[in-house]
Structures are given as C-alpha cells and as structure tokens.
C-alpha cells in the first residue's frame, strides 16, 4: 500500500514539474504570441536589439479624404496580415549598425541616435549579416506591416497620444537634426519613433493600393523603394501614419534610416524576454 501511494506522489510531481515548465516557456514558432511580447537579440559584434511582437490583424490603411496633409497615393482600404512578425522596438542605432557593419556614415554622430544616411542596399547587406542571429529571418517591414505596427490599433493621423510633438521629432521641435530613439512617447504596441526622427525603408517596390488586400508585399520590381514615417525635417503632416515616400534604392540621405523586423522562428521563441523598465 505504501509503495503504491510513493509511487502516485512521484508521478504528481513529475507531471506538475512537467507542467510549470511548459508554462514558464515562450510559445514556438506558429503556437499563440500576444502582442507586444518581447525578446533581445544580441547582434554580430555584440550589441543588443529589442524585438516586439505584432500578432496577426486586420486595419485600415491609408487616410480618409479630409485627414490634413493627405495626398492621392493614400487610398484608404483594409488590409489583413494573417502571419504576426517581429519589428524592432526602435530604429536602428548608429552602436548597432557600428557592432554590424563596423562603420558609420551618418551625419549626426551619436551611438544612440539612428543610423542615417544609408541606402535601401545598404539596409539589406546589414540584413544579411545579421540574419544568422535571427534564425535566418531577419528583414525590411513591409509598407503594411510597418503601418500596422505605427497605428498600433489607432485610425488617427498620429499614433499613441496623437500629438505629433509628443511622438515624433520633426521640423518643429528637432533643431534640424536626429535625437537620441525612445526620448518620445511610444505607441500603443510599445514602438518608438514610429513617426519622425529618420524615414524608415521598408521591402516594397512603389505601387499605388487600389482594393483591399491580404498580406501585400508590392509589385516584384519597379524603380522606387518606400519609406514612411517622415523625419527631422519633415512638417508634422509629413510624419502621419498614412505619409509615404518613395526614393531610389541607391540612395543615401541623413533622413533615411531604417527598422528590422523578421519573421517568426523557433529562434526568435528562445531569445531572452526584454527587461521591462
């Protein structure tokens, strides 16, 4: 009798010890993840970099006809993103892109400002360097995904509180040039900088939207990549959530900068849980 109850005791610790693992660990690739999870990875060279996680959704992209600043390549129509990705929780930084790439072309020198002045091309070879360490896949944001993160869950021009000079750093209030990212208020999602500061490229050829889509990457090629998010030295309209740009990929600017984001992987499940601040 007393073998049999040792053995039962054994065997509701072992199943509960079984159970509090699997609850302490974060979800796999394709298993459920809540928006605004959190990981750092740590990046060739040593530097850090914060990922959040933008589940799967549906929102309305582009600006309503009388949104202030509007222009005709805004169509306003809904989008959904069956597959979540990660972004990054800030532009990328100039110590970054120095741990990576180990140079630094910016104009406005400070390790905890954005990186600038670098081309669409220039993006993808630090995207290449760095892809080991998210399992292979890291990338650009697509225009969708990246507006999707800026809104946040909000249809308002500006994300977050909603007041341009609370979110972003634009002609108004930057003194003509970068600052440091996270200095502002951050959207509902936890992303900073989604508006001014540097323009963000993003994967997509330019295209002008004309229905309703799942998933959109833009055309296959074309002549112009995108940015969004306006910069410095944009006006305050220029930095709304619909606002895009498009440039020549070759080109580098100090109001170009960019923002990692990657597709979900086992990898990404095992990277540590960012320190809540």
């Not at 605004?36 to 060739?44: A, D, I, Q, S, Y």
């Not at 989008?79 to 532009?91: H, I, N």
């Not at 990457?217 to 619909?242: E, I, N, Q, V, Y």
């Not at 498009?246 to 990277?271: H, Q, V, W, Y």
Request: net charge neutral; aromatic share 12%.
């Amino acid at each position: 009798m007393k073998a049999r109850i040792y053995i039962l005791v054994l065997a509701t610790l072992a199943t509960t010890a079984f159970s509090g693992a699997r609850g302490d660990s974060p979800p796999a690739a394709g298993e459920t993840r809540k928006t605004g999870e959190t990981r750092v990875v740590t990046l060739p060279g040593g530097a850090k970099m914060e990922m959040i996680w933008c589940a799967p959704g549906s929102f309305r992209m582009g600006s309503p006809d009388d949104e202030h600043g509007r222009v005709s390549d805004e169509p306003l129509h809904s989008v959904t993103l069956t597959k979540g990705f990660w972004l990054g929780k800030y532009e990328v930084t100039q110590s970054q892109w120095e741990s990576v790439m180990r140079s630094n072309h910016s104009r406005f020198k400070n390790g905890d400002s954005p990186v600038e002045n670098v081309s669409w091309y220039d993006c993808e070879a630090f995207v290449k360097r760095v892809n080991p360490a998210f399992g292979g896949k890291a990338r650009l944001p697509t225009e969708a995904e990246w507006e999707y993160a800026c809104r946040a869950g909000s249809d308002a021009p500006f994300a977050g509180s909603g007041v341009v000079s609370e979110m972003a750093w634009y002609d108004e209030n930057s003194e003509h040039h970068t600052h440091e990212v996270g200095a502002n208020k951050p959207n509902a999602w936890g992303f900073y900088d989604m508006h001014g500061n540097v323009l963000e490229w993003c994967s997509d050829w330019f295209s002008n939207p004309k229905s309703d889509a799942v998933n959109p990457k833009g055309p296959p090629s074309g002549s112009f990549k995108m940015l969004r998010g306006g910069c410095w030295f944009f006006l305050g309209t220029d930095c709304r959530c619909a606002y895009r740009l498009k440039r020549e990929p070759t080109l580098r600017n100090c109001i170009f900068g960019f923002r990692l984001a990657c597709s979900d992987s086992d990898a990404m499940s095992s990277m540590p849980l960012a320190q809540q601040k």
